[in-house]
């Protein structure tokens, strides 16, 4: 088992930034990767950006590259999302998922999820 404890949300301005972090613990292991989804009132869970634990390659949706950014910290075995020059539309409930094998956009395919970490942007 793996679990998944994000903190890290809140109120930000447009154009400011916020760092949202997620803790692993539990069975990990080097061939894991981690996806960052989002689900804003009224939509559909949506991915955000991925993580690979073993080579740190990394993925995001068009509508965060350029402006968000996830790595991982080996020794605290933490996974973060940089949010810089976050956006009114960038407010839902983000949330960090994990999986072994390849970084896939489809929340179905993650097994472990963390809890919710609220995120809205102000204009």
């Known amino acids: 088992q793996v679990q998944l404890v994000e903190s890290g949300g809140g109120l930000v301005h447009a154009g400011g930034s916020l760092r949202l972090s997620c803790a692993a613990s539990g069975r990990t292991s080097s061939n894991y990767v981690t996806g960052w989804f989002r689900q804003g009132p009224g939509k559909e869970r949506e991915f955000v950006a991925g993580l690979s634990w073993s080579n740190s390659n990394t993925n995001y949706a068009d509508s965060v590259k350029g402006r968000f950014t996830t790595f991982r910290d080996g020794a605290k075995n933490t996974v973060y999302l940089q949010m810089n020059s976050p956006k009114p539309e960038d407010t839902a409930v983000y949330y960090c998922?994990?999986?072994?094998?390849?970084?896939?956009?489809?929340?179905?395919?993650?097994?472990?999820w963390g809890q919710g970490t609220q995120v809205t942007v102000s204009s």
């Open positions: 998922a994990a999986r072994s094998g390849a970084v896939l956009v489809t929340a179905t395919f993650y097994k472990y």
